[in-house]
């Protein structure tokens, strides 16, 4: 069973650690700033961007995941698996699934978008699997490349 709790200042050396490891980095731009720029960065726009730790049964964290608010009803998703130990079991199915439920919950948002790297093809399985699916291949708000997924909720 997962958990999520609000990201909260403590978490930050553990998020840049996180961020450093080389399974996150190669999707992830923040593994190369330092500390103060992580604060700056996770703490920003608390209005619309909501931010969790994501644990296990045990409390142990695992990783990062957060919901920002969009125009018209549409809410985005993002995250990443911290620990190693935790990959390739299946976690993040059970993570984004629960997730989705709990920001459902929230918001009631018509459609929750995701946007993974298009080379990210663990991602894009799990997302798949949950009920994301594909809409197009665009550039997302870093200038680079995404594979933009939704999931379309029933009116």
């Known amino acids: 069973m997962m958990s999520f709790r609000p990201l909260e200042e403590s978490d ?23 500390l103060t720029k992580v604060s700056r960065h996770y703490s920003s726009d608390p209005e619309t961007t909501f931010r969790y730790i994501f644990e296990s049964d045990g409390h142990r964290p695992i990783g990062y995941i957060q919901y920002y608010l969009a125009p018209e009803r549409v809410v985005g998703i993002d995250l990443f698996i ?8 299946g976690i993040g199915t059970a993570v984004v699934t629960a997730f989705v439920k709990m920001v459902c919950a929230r918001c009631d948002p018509q459609k929750i978008v995701i946007d993974p790297e298009p080379m990210n093809t663990r991602a894009i399985r799990c997302y ?28």
């Open 12 to 34: 930050y050396q553990f998020l840049l650690t996180w961020l450093q490891r080389p399974h996150v980095k190669k999707w992830w731009d923040d593994g190369d700033d330092p």
């Open 82 to 89: 911290g620990e190693p130990a935790f990959l390739n079991q």
């Open 128 to 155: 798949e699997k949950v009920g994301f699916v594909f809409a197009e291949i665009g550039l997302g708000e870093d200038g680079k490349q995404a594979y933009f997924m939704n999931m379309e909720r029933d009116a």
